[in-house]
């Protein structure tokens, strides 16, 4: 729609762009402010002085500070990523794989979410008070209080250890013999796929339900939603066209922080099924002082954020005509 | 003497009459709480956690150093070959000894460690409920009662900036920067939690700042410090208690996250820990009775402060 | 031939502690077609509630506890050709459907009754600046209410009636693609006047249609809905706290006090023969009413609660010409006419005749007497105090 301005669009993309640089100045500061540096793994016992001064001066380590900080500032800007010392790989060619399997996993399990939990939010409010949505909504903060990893290990349990229906690991069966065509690999990985995805969106829906049953119970009270039942409308229609409408206004301001609430989640979950994205990558690189790699994950993840960010501004303005961004900016 | 007793009386008066309408207010608000029966249940399970974080020992069958078949401290004998086979051991009452949800691959007994570990989630949960709302109420009053000045700006920035860095990550770099330790955990799990409060409150308290009563006190000429603690605040508290108890189931799933990943205080007894264990040693699927105990109580915990934290909220509700 | 019929219409509010919201007590009264019909009281009376029960659009905690509400009407699926009911539903003891052809909505389930909503009888609502959705076009909303109970009709057929409707009630038919938000106050008062006429109902309630707007915004208002009944032969029941307003453009009224009507009749009846202690003092409060040289008095004190209200004449404590007999139980209606002429009390059960609900009218000359001195309502606080 025509409502949202170029003007103000760039304006946001600059802001946005600003805060990705502070963000990543920021990545900087913390990553270097941890103990033990990316190199102790790669300096064994018998090495001499000069062996040691030496890989020092290939990662670049011997630059003072503030020199290390605007290459990496002007590299990340060309999107130079640098290479990674645990995986002797450029890490732009590690991130280009593992990208799009969390992008995957993520955008499905997000997807899901936020319409399962906007749909029984809707319900719970419009019929706030009532048994069912007493029962259903102390059910879902039940779901909403169990560890990520501990309700996938009890969906392993009964759908793989015990029901042998699912696979438990992994983003393709592991056997040389496998056909590889377009349609066998789709097979493959949304049968490897299944398992994350329930474990991720048996909690993650809960979320979106938490913003969108209040909402929904506030415009039950409202004018117009007494007029469109005056008006002789279902009561479905009531509750769907004009009640629900105007409550996901405050849902889509609210994707922000359900999108970290999913990242948390994903980033465990790729680490209980061993789903080769960026969760499991961020872990093990942090803990293994793999700077250039954590760097990396920490800035596309920030990415991600700031661009959904954007997005849900451009909803937003779909979703409430009232809202007209970039005119009397 | 006539006099003294008129002053008291007057005194006592006045005392009754300053705190007629709180108790009042807080018995309304009570029952308009009570009328949530996962409030209660929220608070009963939470008085139950409270009471085995405080007396552990009464409610647990051992201590957490007593071992299958050789008992309690002091333990001068070993296991034998046999013995470390059957373990971990499923639940048993009396033979060969006993521990009702049976024990863990070194032999301790389940029960005893839930209950022991209830103290320690608890305090990471209220510790970083706590401390995020005293980073976020705060700063979130601020924001919205400077609003669209420089400093809510600035803040606003800062939270935008704060939401781009994955808070999983972002906790574990901080508390591998600082070491692993409780405390340090419960730092880092404050440092990311309070966002949300922060927003919140900021909405909350520019809505506030348009009331008549706050604008009279403005002409009146009471400073900015005065209005915001005398007149805004008292009226996000209850709001920001609401935050509290949320922030603090948070922060008990967090923590056994974090374990997971390997990142606890290994000298602590806690939940994550012991799923840490079960996974690290390899029988998640083979000892139900390990993997369940501690996962339900995490559950519960957590449910319980989210329990009450949104039955409080409909009591703060000023809709109804 | 009667529009609307209401019989001894009680409706409920259930509240927290147990107890219930008297919030319309045995209320009788009957529209005529093409006639305006006003219902006065002070707020919290149970205008809005009598009004919203008549389809049914109580709070989830309010409930019809007894009483008809006849309807000339009658549900699609229950009609032939002509649209009168059938015999054989005349004829079913479980269909409320009477001879004459009425309907009695208090008795319909909730599907039926959203078939009688807008296309029988449509209601403006006492907030009328906040019905209307601001997520869609102001336009689209008329259409929705067409197509609904006009399923026939095609969108486009639809979509200009709207914009007919619109210009109708004076708004430029192009704003129909504008949304709420671009409207003043007085043009959303006005989007939901066309909305109201959009399915051409028999009956158009109008919940206290000039209270929000400024005086001259009120008089094109009222206009409006005066041209509109001229025009379409609508009835219209009109609500409103201020007896000015009634006296311009009610044909019959009725006086409210506590879920009760205290007076009925045709307005010039109702002015200029008042015959209840209420409705003197309510007219004793409105400047345009009251005649120059005297003063403005409001009634003293503050309307019930209505909670589980006790016997007794419910404007008793209020009224300065109360007497023991006002405290047994509430007055029936008793017919002015004959009091006036005659001196006597007869009850009478005839709606379209002055009514009222005072023990005292056989000393009717003397009430009106004292009612226009200031002295007899304030003097009156004086002792209850
Ligand atoms: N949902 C409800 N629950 C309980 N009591 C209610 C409810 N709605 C209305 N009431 C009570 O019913 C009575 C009648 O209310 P109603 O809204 O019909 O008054 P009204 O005459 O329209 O007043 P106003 O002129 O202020 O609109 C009032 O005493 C009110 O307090
Ligand atoms: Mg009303």
Redo the contacts between chains.
Sequence with gaps: MTRISGKYLAKRIVVSYLTLLVIMSLLFVLLRSMPGSFITSMISSGMTNEQIQQIRETWGLNEPLWRQYIDFMINYQTGNFGRSPTYNAPVADLMIRRMPRTLVLFGATFLIGFIIGPLVGMYLGWWRGSKKDKSIFSTSLLLYSMPSFWISWLFIWVFNYELGWLPSAYMFTQFPEFQWTAFTVMRDVLYHIALPIMSLTFIGWVGSMLIMRPTMNQVTDEGYVFLAHAKGLSERTVMIKHAARNALIPVATGAVVGLAFLIDGSIIIENVFNWPGMGQIIVTSVLNRDFPVAQATFFLLAVLVVIMRLVTDVVYTYLDPRIKFGEGE | MATGQGDTESDGESYTRRWEPRLERLKRGWSRYSEHNIGILGLVILGIFSLWAVVPGVFAPHSTDWVAYLGEPPIESRLTAEQVRSLPHPPAFGDPFFAPLGTNANGNGILSLVIYSASNAMYIGLAAGLLSSLVGVPLGLISGFYGDTWIDEAIQRFVDIMYGLPFLPFLIVLVAIRGITTTNIIIGIAVTSWLNNCITIRGETLSLKERSYVESAKVAGASDTRIIFRHIMPNVLPISFVFLAQDAAGAVITQASLAYLGLADFTANSWGIMLENIKSQGYIFDAWWWLLPPGIALMLMAASFYFIGFSMEDVTNPQR | MTLLEVNDLSIRYAVDDGSAVHASDDVNFSVEPGETYGLVGESGCGKTTLAKSL?H?LDDNGYIEDGEVWFETTLPQWADENGDPKQSVIDDPDKPVRADGKTDLAQLN?KQI??????DI??I?Q?????????YKVGDQIV??IL??EPETTAEEAHERARDLLERVGIEPDRADD?A?QFSGGMKQRA?IA?AMACGPDLLIADEPTTALDVIIQDRILEELEALQEEFGVSILVISHDISVMAEICDRMAVMYGGKVMESGRTEEIFDATANPYTLGLKNSFPTITSKDQDLVSIPGTPPTLRDPDEGCRFRERCPFAVEECHAAHPPMYDVATADAEGRAVESTDRRAHTTACYRIDELEQIRTDAINESTWTDQTIESR
């Design positions: 389809v659009l909730s959203r078939d009688i909503r807008w296309r449509a209601i609502p907030s009328a600046m906040n019905a209307l959705n601001p997520v929705e209410a609904r109970h949304y938000h939901v909305m």
